[in-house]
């Protein structure tokens, strides 16, 4: 992948934040998992980190 792609995936987990707290308003209880699964799936998927640094780096 291009680094420009590259930037623009790791930008997801700001934008969702972005998207349910500013726009849709939802509490931050409900907009921070999302975003977390967003930022493990783009780390698993894209950068291909394994299962278990991001388990580790959950805990």
Do not use: C, Q
Request: glycine share 4%; no cysteine; hydrophobic share 70%.
């Amino acid at each position: 992948m291009s680094t420009g792609s590259l930037a623009l995936l790791s930008l997801l987990p700001i934008i969702s934040v972005a998207i349910f707290l500013v726009l849709l308003r939802w509490p931050a209880s409900r907009a921070m998992p999302i975003a977390y699964l967003v930022a493990a799936g783009l780390a698993l998927l894209v950068w291909e980190v394994s299962a278990t640094k991001i388990l580790a780096a959950s805990l």
